[in-house]
């Protein structure tokens, strides 16, 4: 009998170490897989396709005479959860072991790279834009005019990066994808290398990450041979999330400090050292293999309007069911929150709901409408970003949320341009004020014959005001999307939950609000 | 550090990546792995070796949060308060977290460590753990101290 436990960081993180080791200790043979993404079942043990979650190491005995059955879930694949999802992207999850070769070849792995050999650089280009996929980081850019560009940019040297350094809290699909299925990862570099002519490539990993640092190392050494004369580097940050906008990173791989470069040029034409280079995310660039062993066409007939394919999107934050789901573009934000991820852990009313990380909008659910995709959530003044959907329920403060998406700018800025570096500092303050009911002893002891309340009133009114043209000097003016996206989430919590803001309440929580956009 | 055994090591560790592309990173996570810190002496050593001004190497080390120019004598338990633990009430554990460790362990906010399905969640000297309750922080700070 083979016991099946996951060594996905957040199987680790729930104790899926002390299970496997009474297991083995009862005399049972372990396999450590990758994660389904059930992480609420984490530890999830998997005997013949059975899953039994979340356990801990005093449940091995039940498990093993067969008394488990509270903790049972059935067979894991015909789980709702799994059975309601299109894994393209996460196919192997929960399947495989992530380091083994053996694996990885038997459940279709090097197909896509043995058939861009098989065509040439030309045709998978053509696949890669034909397949309509954008890149999974956030932007959005379709990933083949990219590819074409650096291909076409003549040069004596071009380079892959891989962008891992997901630092948006709520996302860790990336993560999941290095430590679960790396060589999908590397076979995706691989094809954009032999595409652009590219001869060596990085993948920037944050050093957050030291599982995902450890099981890429490894499988890029026991991969060598097969990408070879593609070589490929572990790059560790090191702690500066302004490091995950491209030209950020590009400077700390050059072992620079990660300020930001104006565009033009664009990485495509002067990247790393100067070079054309690709910049993808993992997400992006894992998709490619299936996009050249299937076809452009198996790709695309996944999606709705111009998002194409499939989208991990991450159940986070205050979800009873969080975990890692793909599915095809399209799917509404109410059915992701409620129907597959069950509504608030705490079992709470949800306020809010922060789709695309620290920059993303705070989403009220009168929004839920709103179907997953990329157009329509820009057109509602919000970001799918990397698809992480963080929940919040009804005890989340929203004032509260503002100030730490203004600090977390400030803390994170990387200090290039104005707009970023100071206009955090001030936001923060600024929310400080409209907490404290902002210079209010000041003007009340100036103008005593004021009454209070209006007095009050008033000064949270100008600091409303000055926080929002702020916030506009900040979208509009600063370089990149730490400065430019911090906005988001901060105007979005000011015009949904004013009355956190201590502003009178918008009367008409549901169909109002959204016609007026997110 | 100690020398002169420490600058053996030290030229050891800027050695292993000095010919690599872009090598800094990699030397300055190798010193601050060997000792704990990047100081002076090794910033100006650095900079020698990679041909750059002292003042270009302190830039780059002051740049990341991970660097440190002194070394962190007490065990570091690294919490994440990034929006989804926050959802999951991590601010709430901070006052007891912080009166249990005291002077002995150091408390550092980290801004996710990609658990966000199973916060709030913690790296304990490299250790990694999730589903934080009062207790169980409680528990692991004392288990470093």
Redesign the interface.
Known sequence: MIIRISDD??A???GADPVAAAFEKAGATIERVSSWGM??L?PLVEIDGHGFGPTTAADVPAILQGRADALSIGLIADHPFIASQRRLTFARAGRTRPLSLDDYAATGGWKGLERAHAIGAEAVLDAVTASGLRGRGGAGFPAGIKWRTVANTPADRRYIVCNAD???????A??MLMEGDPFCLIEGMAIAAHAAGAGSGYIYVR?????AIAKLTAAIEASRAIVAPFVL?V???????VCGEETSLLN????????VRAKPPLPAIEGL?GKPTIVNNVLTLAAVPFILAEGATAYVDHGVGRSRGTMPI?????IRH???YETAFGVTLGELVNDIGGGT?SGRPIKAV?VGG?LGAYIPPSAFHLPFDYEAFAGADALIGHG?I????DS?DMLA?AR?AMD?CA??S?GKCTPCRLGAVRGRETLDRIRSGGRLADVVEALPQMHNATAAGRVRADEVALLTDLCETMQYGSLCALGGFTPYPVMSALRHWPEDFGLPAVEDAGQGRVAQGV | MERPDADLRLDAAIARHAQEEGALLPILHAVQREFGCIDETAKRRIAAALNLSRAEVHGVVSFYHDFRERAEPRPVLKLCRAEACQARGVEALVPAATRAASDRVAIETVYCLGLCSVGPAAMADGQIHARLDDARLAALIEAMA
Do not use: I
């Open positions: 960081a957040a680790l993180a729930c992480h609420w984490e997901e630092g948006d809290s709520g996302t860790f990336d993560r050093s957050e990450y030291p599982h580097h790059r560790e940050g090191a702690g500066a999330y700390s791989v050059e072992g620079k400090r990660g300020e050292f991450q159940l986070a934050g205050n969080a975990g890692l852990a922060q620290p992480g963080v929940v919040f329920d989340a949320q730490f977390f803390v994170e990387c």
